[in-house]
């Protein structure tokens, strides 16, 4: 196992009717910016909620953040943050949300030039303005992480950020709020999820035992939650499962001690940069061509999860890790996620080769050994097509 450091700060309070403990979280005297996306908050209720938990406080709204949040909308609200001198941030979202609320975070103390810079220049806030989060989709683990992914439209780009002091200072967790998710919103957090537990598991072994099986319980839960969470998002215990799952997939504990990969989010974030395919889709594009193309590297990892996760126990360690690719590729299908690049664009050619340009200059080695290459990449997406 590997030496490591674990500090996460965040307060979860979860279960059915906690939005109204929001109250007792916020600073009495606090001026609030109450953040949201594009009003699904509004039909569902979780609007009022939230309203009627924040009635003795002062609060100023930002609407409309979409989903991949924006920079340029960002930048509004960070206009609103300054002209009405807020002091505490308010997310009511998914990942998209909480990420443009841990962008202003940043940006409302940033004296640089441009807050693009955070982005581009990797600067790691340590003390961010203070904020907290309403969940209401199970997905991304940002209501629990430091890290943050923004778009800017005009560049096509996607780029990640973070630092010590961009955890939420708490995250309400109410189950309750799945049952308004759409069909291609619950398939996209089951995917993002458990792609999210592959990228801190799919390396080498390490010898890291309870790090595994953390990473193996939480694979489990949610392929034994799925199907119920589609077919029945009012489901109270297989919803529960379901957040409480996303949240452990990446609020950091898993990573501990253990080499982490994330080429599949780099390489997924340029397909949502270039094409606006959903960030859980992207992966699921990605994933099995990762796994094809990096065989010899990963598979007495893949061959220990199809072991313990899809119960394949014949044949040899190739014969156990290949299939253990074919039964993820099937559960992406079963969730009802396309697997290839040409199933959501007809102009995928020249895509790889983009990619690989965009990697080459940023200067970047992915994966576990920080050893796959631009060309690497290249032709793994161009295996995804
Ligand atoms: O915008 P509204 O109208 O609220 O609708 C949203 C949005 O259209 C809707 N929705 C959310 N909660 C709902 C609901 N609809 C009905 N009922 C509810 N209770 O769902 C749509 C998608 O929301 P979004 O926040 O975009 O989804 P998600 O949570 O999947 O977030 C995706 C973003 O997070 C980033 C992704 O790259 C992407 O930009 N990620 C963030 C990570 C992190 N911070 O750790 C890690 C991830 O790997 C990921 O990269
Ligand atoms: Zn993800």
Redo the contacts with the bound molecule.
């Keep these: 196992m590997n030496n490591f450091e674990f500090k996460n700060p965040t307060k979860i309070i979860f279960g059915k009717d906690t939005i109204a403990k929001l109250q007792n979280e916020i600073p009495q005297d606090a001026k609030v910016l109450l953040l ?6 509004k ?2 209720g ?1 609007y009022n909620q939230v309203k009627s938990a924040l009635e003795q406080f002062e609060v100023t709204e930002f609407g409309g ?5 924006e920079y340029a909308i960002l930048l509004e609200a960070l206009k609103v943050i300054k002209e009405n001198n807020i002091t505490y941030l308010l997310a009511v ?7 443009g609320t ?1 962008f202003l975070s940043a940006a409302a103390v940033y004296n640089g030039d441009t807050p693009w810079d955070i982005l581009t220049k990797h600067i790691r806030t340590e003390k961010g303005m203070p904020f907290g989060a309403v969940l ?7 209501e629990m ?1 430091s ?5 800017r439209k005009e560049t096509q780009e ?1 780029l ?1 950020m ?1 630092g010590p002091g961009l955890f939420p200072e708490f995250s309400i967790l109410d189950p309750q ?6 069909e291609r ?1 619950l398939a ?2 089951l995917t ?1 999820a458990f ?2 537990v592959l990228e801190q598991y799919m390396t080498y072994p390490i010898g890291a035992s309870l790090q595994d099986r953390f990473a193996e319980s939480i694979l489990q839960t949610l392929v034994e939650v799925a199907p119920k969470v589609l077919k029945d998002p009012t489901d109270y215990q297989a919803t529960s499962n379901f957040m409480w799952s996303c949240t452990m997939a ?1 609020n950091g504990l898993i990573q501990k001690g253990v080499p982490g990969d994330w080429a599949i ?1 780099m390489m ?2 340029e397909l ?1 940069a270039l094409f606006g395919i ?3 889709r992207t ?1 699921a594009i990605i994933t099995p061509s990762h796994y094809k193309y990096n065989f010899e590297a990963k598979k007495e990892k893949l061959a220990q999860y199809a072991e313990r996760i899809w119960n394949i126990t014949d044949g040899s360690t190739e014969d156990k890790a290949q299939a253990a690719i074919d039964k993820t590729e099937a559960f992406f299908h079963q969730l009802g996620i396309d697997t290839k690049l040409s199933e959501y664009t007809e102009k995928y050619e020249g895509t790889a080769e983009e990619i690989a340009k965009r990697f080459t200059s940023r200067g970047w080695k992915l994966g576990e050994r920080q050893s796959l290459m631009p060309e690497d990449a290249e032709k793994i997406v161009k295996m995804s097509y």
Excluded: E, R, W
């Design positions: 949201y996306g594009g009003g699904s908050i039909k569902n979780i953040i979409p989903a991949n949040p979202g998914g990942g998209s949300v909480i990420d841990k209401t989709l199970p997905a991304t683990g940002s992480n890290g943050a992914v923004i778009t996607k990640a973070g709020v799945i049952s308004s998710i759409p919103q996209n957090g993002d792609t999210h990446l989010h997924g974030h949502t959903d960030h859980a992966l």
